[in-house]
């Protein structure tokens, strides 16, 4: 919508209404976004999440280096989704998790799927403890990029389930 003045000094009635319209913005309180799960809530807007996860999806898909990486999707049982993939990097210390090739990647997603289905998605850190329990052997934990994948999946699931950004939810 483009506005403008008329030469001479008149104003257009459009452009006087428009202005108008705007001043009278100004005066008012700022509006605050209601979402609806916040509507009967009386715990300052950290409304949690009635739903549960209901599966696991993962795939292979390509990085920006053209090379296989493991792409996490949840599905709660509210109907949200989400999927991430894993980020791909290097263990370089002896205390770092392992990431495991794709074939192995995907073995444990089956073990972290049997596990986490049925937790309540808003649990993130009773879900990152069951994916840790279930990845680590021998005091050490194999299939980091399982883990990412899955909990930031989750993550963003449950952000989607509250309508709110992920920066919100946590």
């Not at 990647?105 to 403890?129: N, T």
């Not at 279930?134 to 909990?151: E, F, I, P």
């Amino acid at each position: 919508l483009i506005l403008e003045k008329h030469s001479g000094g008149q104003e257009s009635k459009a452009f006087t209404e428009y202005e108008d319209h705007f001043k009278n913005l100004w005066d008012k309180e700022p509006i605050r976004r209601v979402f609806p799960s916040e509507k009967s809530s009386n715990d300052g807007g950290m409304t949690r999440v009635r739903s549960r996860i209901n599966r696991l999806a993962g795939r292979s898909v390509l990085n920006s280096f053209g090379e296989l990486c493991l792409e996490v999707e949840v599905h709660l049982e509210g109907g949200a989704r989400a999927y991430e993939a894993s980020p791909t990097g290097t263990t370089t210390g002896p205390f770092d998790a392992t990431m495991v090739g794709l074939r192995e990647a995907f073995e444990l997603l089956a073990l972290v799927e049997q596990r986490i289905v049925g937790l309540p998605a808003d649990d993130q850190k009773g879900i990152d403890q069951a994916i840790f329990e279930t990845l680590r052997r021998d005091g050490r934990m194999y299939g980091a990029n399982v883990a990412c994948a899955t909990s930031f999946a989750v993550c963003r699931a449950a952000a989607t389930a509250l309508n709110r950004p992920v920066y919100v939810h946590l």
